[in-house]
């Protein structure tokens, strides 16, 4: 049996419509499924053991509802195939998690100087985080709500001093616009931050982007959809590790997978656990999943 899970509180009308489409999915192939909002589920792990005959999980979400699991339950500990499917907002994950269909995958952890936050697709200070601070108190998101938002921070951002050290070796940043610890190749709704990012690697990438004037950061911005900012080798650092640490002297916003925190100003990553997830594919799942329910 499935267990599908999903997010009745997302303001997005696409995510209702993407449930509906996925019960109607499960209904027409004959695939026996419970059916659970985050809600009705106080402890993932106590309610799974309570059901023995839940053999497959199905996520329904954005890149915050994996992040919300990731730190609200033991995914470590699950013994059911976990699969992810997007709905509603937009999932950055999931785009470097489709190609490879399924990985086991390197969850990072953030510990800061206001708590340990867990992430599974990237995290980062600066500019970046400004704009995820803007798109959270937006009351009309949508797929133009970060680029939007990018230019209200252009404005308001301010350059500060980094200090980054990874794995022991330090580097020092003046005027910069933002840090970024990658999982994943992509953040912002489709930006390829990190071309080269392995989500099943256990060395996270690090994107630095320092001394640039406003409009040497729009033309980063732009170039970053396609990975190209990688080609401003004076600007732009690449950098890859096991344990990141990133200093400021004044306290910022700070993002893990798009969730913002505030007064954050010290903060070490390192990899907290792995899983495998499966990202859910209907042409697939028909052919693997489709036989395991109906081999009788």
Sequence with gaps: MFLIIH???????????????????????????????????????DFLDKHPKITDILYLGGDGSINYLVNHVDVHSIKQNIYLAKSGSGNDFLRSLKPIKKGVINIGNAHTNQGDFKFINGAGIGIDSLICHYVDKDKKKGKLSY???????????????????????????????LVVVQNGKYFGGGMKVAPKADITDDDF???VAHDLNNFLIQLL??????????????KVDFLKGKEIRIKTEEEYYFQTDGEVLSNINDIVITQYTTKEFHAFRHRHFKQSIFKKFHSK
């Excluded at 500060?160 to 005027?175: A, L, S, W």
């Excluded at 959809?225 to 080798?233: C, L, P, Q, V």
């Design 7 to 45: 997010n009745p509180l997302s303001s997005n009308k696409k995510s209702k419509k993407t449930t509906n489409k996925m019960v109607k999915f499960f209904q027409r192939n004959s695939i026996p499924f419970l059916l659970k909002s985050t809600l009705k589920i106080e402890n993932l792990n």
């Design 147 to 177: 680029s939007i938002n990018f230019f209200r921070a252009i404005i308001n951002y301010q350059k500060r001093d980094f200090q980054v050290i990874i794995d022991g070796k330090e580097y020092n940043y003046k005027k910069s616009y």
């Design 205 to 207: 990438v690090v994107m």
């Design 221 to 234: 911005f732009v170039t970053i959809f396609f990975g190209w900012h990688r080609y401003i080798k004076s």
